[in-house]
């Protein structure tokens, strides 16, 4: 019986071993050298660069105030936008809390854009399920471009102009929603001569 324990023991460590070595090294270290072999720009983080500086990444929200900026989703993530922070409110159709949080946004996203026509943008309301999403619906855009047309001294068909180039399709052409990346549109207009 002694020997059989023993044996188990011993038969139990090296599985334990092989599999900590085999998971917790070999594996991540060729995970990483794939990733950053054929797929670097995104292992890395896809950090955007101007003039050499990094203005941040084309996965990750940030929080743009100033009304020459177009405005992501809100983010439930931390304080807002925080990425060490992520995710959603957990707040349930139901709650009277988001009811009223929502309430307040809409109320707010109108006030900063008095020239909008048309329904309120979901997705300028709900923050996403991480609460850094970069992305927003080319409807939401669409919004706020009189607010930012008129803050740069841009004709409206100039800012939807550039709203239409930056627009992204579904991925492979079903996967998803089309959408706009905020950073890379806000980055567009810097580059107008306003």
Do not use: C
């Amino acid at each position: 019986m002694k020997d059989n324990t023993f044996r188990h023991l011993g038969t139990a460590l090296i599985y334990t071993v092989v599999s900590v070595v085999v998971f917790g090294l070999v594996y991540p270290v060729a995970m990483t050298g794939l990733s950053q072999l054929l797929f670097q720009r995104q292992a890395n983080g896809s950090i955007v660069y101007v003039d050499g500086k990094a203005v941040g990444s084309s996965i990750v929200g940030l929080q743009w105030t100033k009304p020459r900026y177009f405005q992501g989703r809100p983010s439930a993530a931390g304080k807002g936008y925080d990425p060490t922070s992520t995710g959603a409110t957990n707040l349930g159709p139901t709650s009277k809390k988001l009811v009223q949080a929502t309430q307040a946004a809409i109320v707010a996203l109108k006030k900063a854009n008095p020239d909008a026509s048309g329904a309120v943008p979901t997705d300028l309301v709900a923050s996403s399920a991480s609460g850094i999403d970069p992305d927003i619906t080319p409807e939401a855009a669409y919004y706020q471009a009189p607010r930012v047309a008129k803050a740069r001294g841009l004709s409206l068909d100039e800012v939807q102009v550039l709203i239409a180039a930056h627009e992204h399709g579904r991925t492979l052409g079903f996967l998803g929603e089309p959408r706009v990346n905020v950073l890379e549109l806000n980055l567009a207009l810097d580059r107008l001569k306003t």
